[in-house]
């Protein structure tokens, strides 16, 4: 089998060690030892984007907001699936991973950051959330950590309590989507949605983009026409 390459490595602002390895045609990010993703992932990531912006018109200047660069997937994902109009926010918690993007991982996803239409922001997706204006997106997009139960940065759990989804209800316009992505399902994350008052489907899928594989979670919430923020 053929051994990991280590190419990189940094620290996150909250002293979480990242690490960039590479074998064969696969890259891999770990976190504290753990795998925390990976380009073999590139189904689930895209799929993220896929289902959360199905509902956005191309013709329109639509605003989206993707929380998590990560390999660059679920960004690419979303400029693919809006118009020439429209613009896609990406914010990334690690300055490295931005680097990253535009460096040994540039081609996995085509370069999304290269995007005129794209806009990156370094700094925690959760602040972004919450100093929107109400009404802001058409789509919020996280495909951050490991989903609602965090395994790099523990900062991100607020972003899926009660307050941060709120905060996400306020900022999305009137039917506008709310997608997370998750390693596993959590019921708990679900009812937090429902109380909040959003329609939730939960949709599993492949990781790998050939359709074979572990599967992930992706929560595709909308926020009904008719209902005020709260």
Not at 9 to 25: H, I, M, N, W
Request: hydrophobic share 40%.
């Amino acid at each position: 089998m053929i051994p990991w390459e280590h190419i990189a490595s940094t620290v996150a602002p909250d002293g979480q060690q990242l690490e960039l390895k590479r074998r064969g045609r696969e890259y891999l990010v770990m976190a504290g030892g753990h795998d925390l993703m990976s380009s073999e992932d590139e189904g689930s990531s895209r799929a993220l984007a896929d289902l959360g912006c199905a509902h956005i018109d191309r013709e329109k200047s639509a605003l989206v907001l993707v929380g998590g660069l990560g390999m660059g997937y679920t960004l690419r994902a979303a400029l693919d699936a809006v118009g020439p109009r429209a613009v896609v926010e990406v914010s990334e918690f690690v300055p490295a991973v931005a680097e990253w993007n535009r460096a040994e991982l540039s081609t996995l996803a085509g370069a999304p950051l290269d995007d005129p239409r794209c806009r990156l922001h370094i700094g925690d997706v959760r602040r972004r959330i919450e100093g929107a204006a109400p009404d802001s997106y058409d789509a919020i997009l996280l495909d951050i950590d490991n989903g609602p139960v965090p395994l790099a940065h523990q900062q991100n759990e607020a972003v899926y309590g009660a307050q941060g989804l709120a905060a996400a209800w306020r900022a999305l316009r009137p039917g506008g989507v709310f997608g997370v992505w998750s390693f596993s399902d959590d019921r708990r994350f679900t009812q937090r949605l429902e109380r909040q008052g959003f329609t939730t489907k939960l949709h599993r899928v492949t990781g790998s983009r050939k359709g074979r594989g572990r599967f992930h979670v992706i929560w595709v919430a909308q926020r009904p026409f008719g209902r005020k923020s709260r």
